[in-house]
């Protein structure tokens, strides 16, 4: 079967670093997702991995494990609209389901 | 393009009324996806469609809940008699056919529900 760990709640300061972590345990592995959900609204797409090692795109960044079963979302420059859920995200094998962490709800301060 | 579109946006009902959630996914895509999200649960898949057709409803609580996919273009969930513990928000997600990057789902912009 599948499972996915994340920190429950984070809190960092304006313009820092934080990365979100995110353990998996996955019967075949097919990718890695990461989603953004602010309150009240939709999950959105942040980025996805299926190849070891670091994807950037902007400001986020995402790294991958396979052999650890480890992935983190790094979030530089964090900005007040960071404040948001993370969502780790992976197939669920052959069933064309993406099993859902329950998220890490990040809190950026002034 | 238009995202998936979700109706209603919010639906206040009664203990043991009919509710009907509606989502119009994605053109184009293979697959639809409902899922409820509570602060306790988090996000649960309740069915998946592939080609209209119903082929994971593992995660419908019980048998108060149905859903229906008559065409590509529309799918409902409903809840009959709803209860107070079915207040959540419901979404719907759509996505193309495939492995690996295909598996990114869109999602909707929810039907925040509750039953009083």
């Known amino acids: 079967g599948q499972n996915i760990d994340q920190p429950t709640e984070m809190t960092a300061t304006e313009g820092a670093i934080v990365q979100i972590n995110c353990t998996y345990q996955?019967?075949?592995?097919?990718?890695l997702f990461w989603y953004q959900q602010h309150a009240g609204e939709a999950p959105t797409f942040l980025s996805y991995n299926v190849l070891d090692g670091l994807e950037e795109k902007g400001r986020f960044s995402s790294f991958l494990s396979r052999s650890k079963g480890y992935s983190y979302l790094l979030l530089k420059e964090l900005q007040m609209k960071d404040s948001a859920s993370y969502l780790c995200?992976?197939?669920?094998?052959?069933?064309?389901?993406?099993?859902f962490g329950t998220g890490t709800l990040l809190a950026v301060q002034p | 393009d238009a995202g998936v579109i979700q109706s209603p946006r919010h639906e206040v009902t009664e203990m043991g009324q009919e509710v009907t959630l509606r989502c119009k996914p994605i053109?184009?895509?293979?697959?639809l996806f409902w899922y409820r999200q509570t602060m306790m649960r988090g996000l649960e898949l309740l069915i998946y469609f592939n080609n209209n057709v119903p082929i994971d409803d593992s995660g419908m609580p019980e048998d108060r809940f149905s859903a229906k996919m008559p065409n590509a273009s529309f799918s409902t969930l409903k809840i009959q008699p709803s209860e107070p513990r079915d207040s959540a928000v419901y979404f719907c997600a759509s996505r193309v056919a495939g492995a690996g990057a295909h598996n990114e789902q869109f999602f909707g912009p929810g039907t925040r529900l509750t039953v009083l």
């Open positions: 053109s184009g895509h293979d697959y």
């Open positions: 996955t019967s075949g592995f097919n990718g």
């Open positions: 995200a992976v197939p669920g094998g052959a069933t064309n389901k993406l099993i």
